[in-house]
């Protein structure tokens, strides 16, 4: 005698090979009365299951949208198939769901029998993408690791090669990955420099999970915090000015990636960008062509001054 959860499970995938099934012939493929098919329907339906059912001599049960979000029914290909969209989707940025699509892989990956695990851990070795030449990958392995590890609040010693090619070992509570459409980032909470910190998944060489649970102290924004990391601290001068327009149509002009925004009215935006000198930053800002104010620094404005009337001066 099956048992009832074998039973269910059974039930929902004969419901989703056919458009519709009598309660005879369901009763028939299970080799139960047609009166346990109706209680195995109604436990399915308190489970979240969108089952209907159409009356008079034709009519049958078939599969509709649920109340919930029920377990899914996978076979082994249609599993591995998931999960290869779900990867895809999260090293492209599809439609901004790379986050999600991540966490979903992680908890899918948890539960694939081991012979599908395998399968896709052949493929994780074979895909590649093409990345702009001044890019580095993340692997798929420690990605997950690192989303485990967010997941479960759990403290990570990273192996981390900086900027200046300086490799060091580093005690965090990691907290969110962000993707930028260009690279991954880990944020969390550097123990040893007491303060929170961005750490470029490409440059992660090894993560260790070391089995300790963290208590994370008012984490800030991801994405700003990212942003704020791209934009502004690898350069020497920052500039901070007034644009003249909605921040919507600021963030076109001035992407993320560019400079940090902070809304200033429904018709202005405080926008602190990064640049090499002062000069440089100078020609950016004309660059934008829409009316603006510099607020600082001085040395900015002048550079600013200067080329407007030297623009002046040539046009006379």
Known sequence: MVNTSARLLRLLSLLSTRQSWTCADLAAQLEITERTVRR?????????YGIESEMGPWGGYHLGPGTSI??????EEEALAVAVGLRTAAFSGVSGSDQAA?????????????????????????FTHTARPDDSQTSPALLLDLATACRRGERTQLTYRDRAETTSTRRVDPHRLIYTGRRWYLLAYDLTRQDWRTFRTD???????????TALPDPPDPAQMVSTGIALRPYPVRVTI????????????????VGVHHPDGDDATIIDIGGP?????????????????ILHPEEVRQAFLTRTRQLLNDNQ
């Open 203 to 213: 440059r992660i060489i090894d993560a260790k999970a070391t089995g300790q649970a």
């Open 277 to 293: 000198d002062a000069d440089g930053l100078a020609r950016y800002l004309l660059s934008l062509g829409r009316p603006l104010q």
């Open 70 to 75: 029920p377990p899914l029914i996978l076979d």
């Open 102 to 126: 991540l966490s979903a892989l992680l908890k899918l990956r948890q539960v694939l029998p081991a012979r599908i695990a395998d399968r896709l851990g052949e493929l994780d070795a074979a």
């Open 242 to 257: 007034r644009l003249a327009v909605p921040a919507d149509e600021a963030r076109r002009l001035v992407p993320p990636t």
């Open 40 to 48: 195995d329907i109604a436990r399915l339906r308190e489970l979240g």
